[in-house]
């Protein structure tokens, strides 16, 4: 999710990371990557490249560096704990026939 | 036509579209976990490898299992070094060829018949640069830079699809262009939407949708030029004429002569062969060419009812390979001007950065709310500046 590692920028302006809102009421969902020297001109590339039809009212822009993530794969033990607790999905429970509203 | 109710009927363009929204719905809802039932075990995901990292073995297991289960690749999984190299290479060449690809109609644009047909080519061009750049951003997921992609480019290290390197001699070939070309390049990506690898198959259900009109630009402004002059007609038909093999073409060698078909067919990075593909363009492509009142330059051309396809003459093998090695009609020309135009931008790239460490205060967004969105300007754009 945070790409590669940061590049030269001697080549290359860092890699930003762009979110977007689709429409008012849905949350800024993660649309893709660009590069850009600064969060100004951020926004711009933003704007010209995930948003030519019109597919966002709100756009966030994130230095990809400063996204801390978990490890590799969903293998990691980091996930364990949520892993053997069936109980809380409400689908865990049998319900006698006849059981409403619940 | 009687073809429509075969059952190996071709789909059309409408048909494509929905295999490109039906992968980007099954990319939405993959992977979500099963809700255990009362008699679950918990075991609701993949098996967990408690503790301990797993050897190369392991990895490579899990590798598989997710390509056989037909679930995504992620930048930060473990995966093969060739499959990693083989998706470079592929996304690589895709990346190049939207980028050198604005040229054959960039010569077009200040030269469009009306503003209306211009501001269509410009988005058009627009488009191009913006698929290039999530295709780039996609390479990068997998470890390599895009300044290291460009100079492969600028080196010929690198290759950018073949028909990029035909020139576009007429108005009526921008349209033909589009209409074959991106034809093509639609029915090549559609199954790419389902790559194994997940960034890959996010960038191309972006691509497909914009392709879309692309194509049908074209084939609208064939449209006009085939309802005009008989002198606007014949253009028509001459750029039909020089489009039709290269868009062929561009499906590649035949699956008995393609190098790199077999694993990435295994892999999932590609879901049909070259020959299924060219097949699936031609049977599309034929019906719209009778409607435009268009005739492709195949003598060989013909439906045939036994096998549900059209019966058609392969492009000239050996002038692709001739192309993709560097002699095609315009190849030095797309090159230098691709090496120019970088040459000719780096002033404003270095403007940018210099700016761009001048200011390295805080900077907030239009959208206050973003509170969780540090706008702040990377450290490494002053690197950049002091280079």
Known sequence: ?102 | MDKDEHPLAPPGAGELLAEVEAAHTALRTAHRTTPPTATGTGAAGTPHGHGTAPDEAGLRAHFEKVIADDRKIEPRDWMPDAYRRTLVRQIAQHAHSEIVGMQPEANWLTRAPSLARKTILLAKVQDEAGHGLYLYAAAETLGVHRADLLDALHEGRQRYLSFINYPTLTWADTGALAWLTDGAAIVNQVPLCRSSYGPYARAMVRVCKEESFHHRQGFDSLWALTHGTPAQRQMAQEAVDRWWYPALAMFGPPHHASVHSEQSMAWRIKRFTNDELRQRFVDICVPQAELLGLTPPDAHLRWNDDRGHYDFTPPDFDELTRVIKGDGPCNRQRLAHRRRAHDEGAWVREAAAAHAAKHRTPHHGPHPAATTAPATVDEAAADEAAA
């Open chain 1, 1 to 102: 999710m945070t790409g590669p590692p940061a590049p030269d920028a001697r080549r290359d302006w860092p890699l930003w990371e762009v979110f977007v809102r689709a429409r008012r009421g849905l949350a800024h969902t993660h649309a893709g990557s660009l590069h850009a020297p600064d969060a100004h001109l951020a926004l711009h590339h933003a704007r010209d490249l995930y948003t030519r039809r019109g597919e966002g009212v709100s756009l966030w822009v994130v230095p990809a560096a400063a996204i801390t993530a978990t490890s590799p794969d969903e293998k990691d033990p980091f996930f364990d704990p949520a892993a053997d607790k069936p109980y809380r999905h409400p689908a865990f429970f049998a319900l006698p026939e006849g059981a409403e509203h619940l």
